[in-house]
């Protein structure tokens, strides 16, 4: 062999030759570190468990090797490591393996090392066996407890909206939005108003040492129950207890008694009266007479009939579109309608509508039609405060008389009683010449002339009388009409004709006019 063989076969000899083995604790921790991926791999969720356990197990380890190595190095056997999670519901294990010749560790040891740690529950008896036999350093699972599970609170299905209003609203302003539904919810007897869900507990968990894991306690449903609302048998949901209006007061379901008509009410003998509140559904018409101590709301419209309220208020949802002399409506506080066509209105308060013709209106504040066509057309109106529209008349023409300032009854009465007065003035006047004339006879007056004269002469000292106190009743209504008033009539525009009464002062007004303000100052009626 030449030396260049004998050189090139010690560098392959050399090539061959293997690296160094590397110390025992750093196999260790590298094995550890590479059965903690595969454990992390395969239970994602025990993540950070694992981790912890691989520092815990690289320090079990160290510990074992020193302990090893140092004495007479007698044998040591194999032993089971376990980890517990923080809260106690998952446990893993690892073999560490035997040093100096000592023994192995056998399953049914594994299985009494389990019991002696407290391991009692949830242990994982189909796997165990598989992971063992795996061998040492390998990070296995080998119980998990049970987590409590959440029961669920009560809870209440409401199938009605939260409205507050139990009573129709007085409005104060000068509109009302007829375009939405009226703010009131009306509610048979028996209907179901809630649905009650009751609370559902939940269950128990326990740990892997056996230690009991309760459930978070469940709260009950707040039972939003009020005023005229009932259980039912079942106690699953809430129930009307009376026909009436529903409506939230302190946060709670609550029902006004009321009577409702769910459709038209246009036959009816007699007088309908109704003790609280009415509502009607649908059209109110045929004639019928209906009296309610409340409020009344007529979804629909009014035709032919005669409704009252007598410590109420009345809502048309739809407009009033009456017949000449055949409807009337009275209300002691306000009236709301879009529309007031060929009816008589009374109200204790004011009338709030859109457009008003060919009907006849008292109420005791003001008139307002400021909305939609805001019109007022061949109507009379005596108002206590004042009338606000848009516009008086159409070019169709027709005549409107209106009072403002005063209430109702005193320009009426007023101009009842200068009629009345002339009338008895004029009658007084007419007894007295035949009375005169009888009286010139004298002696030659006959029997049936006589008579004639005393019952003249009665008839003129009845009428004398009347006259005394129609002059009274006069004086006192002109003491009340020289009070100034603030009442007055605004508008964008005025048809003719329009005859305006402010007390005692009148004005008719026979050409158009634009932006009015009419009103009475220094003993005049000035139109701006």
């Known amino acids: 062999m030449s030396i260049l063989d004998r050189f090139l076969s010690k560098e392959t000899g050399l090539s061959k030759r293997k690296a160094p083995s590397p110390a025992p604790g750093r196999m260790a921790s590298s094995e550890l570190e590479d059965s903690a991926a595969e454990a992390k791999e395969q239970y994602p969720d025990d993540g950070k468990l694992i981790e912890d356990f691989m ?205 409702i008509i769910e459709g038209n009410l246009s036959q009816f003998q007699g007088t309908l009266q109704i003790s609280g509140n009415l509502y009607v559904g649908g059209d109110v018409d045929g004639g019928v007479d209906v009296k309610a101590s409340g409020d009344i709301v007529i979804n629909g419209k009014v035709g032919q009939a005669r409704v009252t309220s007598t410590d109420g208020i009345i809502r048309v949802q739809q407009g009033i579109h009456g017949t000449k002399g055949k409807t009337f409506l009275k209300a002691a506080g306000q009236v709301q309608s879009p529309a007031v066509e060929w009816a008589e209105i009374d109200a204790g308060t004011s009338v709030i509508t859109e457009t008003v013709s060919n009907s006849v209106i008292r109420c005791g504040g003001t008139v307002y039609a400021m909305t939609g066509r805001g019109m007022i057309a061949s109507s009379q109106i005596w108002a206590g405060e004042s009338i606000l529209c848009l516009r008086i008349g159409n070019l169709a023409g027709g005549r409107s008389r209106f009072s403002v300032g005063y209430p109702p009854n005193i320009p009426e009465a007023w101009d009842r009683l200068k009629a009345e007065l002339a009338e008895a003035q004029s009658t007084i006047e007419r007894l007295w010449d035949p009375i005169l004339r009888l009286r010139k006879k004298g002696s030659r007056i006959s029997d049936s002339e006589r008579s004639l004269m005393e019952q003249l002469s009665e008839q003129r000292e009845l009428y004398s009388k009347r006259l005394e106190v129609l002059t009274a009743q006069f004086r006192a209504v002109n003491q009340t009409l020289d009070r100034k008033s603030k009442g007055r009539v605004r508008c964008d525009k005025i048809y003719p004709v329009l005859d305006i009464q402010i007390g005692k002062l009148t004005e008719t007004i026979i050409s158009i006019e634009e932006a009015c303000d009419i009103h009475a100052e220094d003993n005049h009626i000035h139109l701006k």
């Open 55 to 259: 520092w815990a197990l690289k320090g079990a380890s160290r510990a074992r090797r020193k302990k090893a190595l140092e004495g007479d190095l007698s044998p040591m056997k194999a032993e089971a490591q376990f980890f517990l999670s923080q809260d106690r519901l998952t446990a893993y294990a690892c073999l560490l393996p035997p040093a100096n010749g000592g023994d192995g560790i056998t399953l049914e040891e594994f299985w009494g090392d389990i019991h002696y740690e407290g391991i009692v529950y949830g242990i994982l008896r189909d796997t165990i066996p598989q992971d063992f036999a795996l061998g040492y350093f390998h990070i296995f699972p080998v119980a998990r407890g049970t987590p409590p599970q959440p029961g669920e609170d009560g809870m209440v299905t409401e199938l009605f909206r939260r409205r507050a209003h139990m009573r129709l609203e007085v409005q104060n302003g000068s509109q009302v939005d007829f375009g939405q539904d009226v703010q009131l919810q009306p509610i048979r007897k028996g209907t179901a108003i809630c649905l009650i869900h009751p609370p559902r507990p939940g269950t128990d968990g326990m740990d892997v040492t056996g230690v009991e894991l309760p459930s978070p306690p469940v709260a009950g449903a707040h039972i939003p129950q009020g005023k005229n609302i009932e259980l039912d048998q079942a106690g699953q949901a809430l129930i009307a207890g009376a026909d009436g209006i529903l409506y939230i007061e302190n946060d709670l379901f609550c029902i006004h008694r009321q009577k």
